[in-house]
């Protein structure tokens, strides 16, 4: 399956890091964050990447090229002017597989993604979202969504605060071709707030829960705890 990774947001709570590199470029204990995916996704088998970019994506491609270096192949498809989430995979459909993985550039989800693509596959579904479980370690991230008994969505909601809604968001889907299509060319849209909600009110955006910790880098403090963890990892098990 392709993994496609949106790297084209400006950043602006990691400024003044964010000044000089894209927000997925920042760097964690010497390495731009976005490698740590790049290197994550290689390990578990994936080999064709699309990297979305914009703000300064000439950095993403300085630094990763044709992925050969990092064992992928990797292409970019170029955003101009900012177009939401949904924008940007429309403006760049023509190099969307008819399903495909999608990673958000600024967050980290160390599961397994071969394991979440046979279930998407399984399910029928034109759309899959990984949620976190945040009674297991609380990200500080505000939990955005809601599911039935049978594992799909209900609601998706950021920026309230609802014992109704049950989970997060972590920043790793499942989609079809077919969804992007549906996006009129060259129009700003956001997947979160204008598509899934089509696509929860036809009971057609399933999710699966996870237990396993996600880091978001979207504000310095949550980078300092992906930076931490990512050296905990690094150290020798003690004797």
């Known amino acids: ?4 990774i ?3 947001g400006l950043g602006t709570r990691l400024r003044p890091l964010t000044e000089v590199v894209p927000k997925p470029m920042v760097r964690v204990r010497g390495r731009p964050f976005l490698e740590y995916m790049v290197e994550y996704l290689a390990a578990q088998g994936f080999r064709d ?3 979305l970019v914009g703000y300064r994506g000439h950095c993403v491609r300085d630094h990763f090229g044709d992925g050969r270096a990092f064992g992928v192949s990797i292409q970019y ?13 429309r403006a760049a459909m023509r190099q ?10 600024d967050s980290y989800l160390p599961i397994d993604y071969r394991t979440l693509a046979n279930e998407f596959r399984r399910s029928g579904l034109p759309a899959m979202v990984v949620a976190y479980d945040n009674r297991a370690i609380d990200t500080g991230v505000q939990n955005n969504i809601a599911l039935d008994g049978i594992g799909r969505v209900t609601c998706y909601r950021k920026g ?14 499942c989609l079809t071709r077919d969804v992007i299509s549906a996006i009129p060319a060259g129009t700003v849209v956001s997947l979160e707030q204008e598509i899934f909600p089509s696509l929860i009110g ?21 980078l300092s705890e992906f930076s931490n963890s990512i050296c905990s990892s690094l150290e ?4």
């Open 160 to 173: 309230f605060c609802s014992s109704d809604l049950q989970y997060v968001e972590a920043g790793v889907l």
């Open 49 to 51: 990447v699309l990297i």
């Open 202 to 222: 036809q009971r057609r955006l399933g999710c699966t829960v996870t237990t396993q910790r996600f880091f978001d880098i979207g504000t310095p403090a949550r």
């Open 1 to 4: 399956m392709q993994a496609v």
């Open 77 to 89: 498809a170029w955003e101009q002017t900012p177009l939401g989430t949904g924008g940007a995979l």
């Open 6 to 8: 949106l790297a084209g």
């Open 236 to 239: 020798p098990p003690s004797e």
């Open 96 to 105: 969307l597989e008819d399903t495909f993985l999608l990673l958000y550039g």
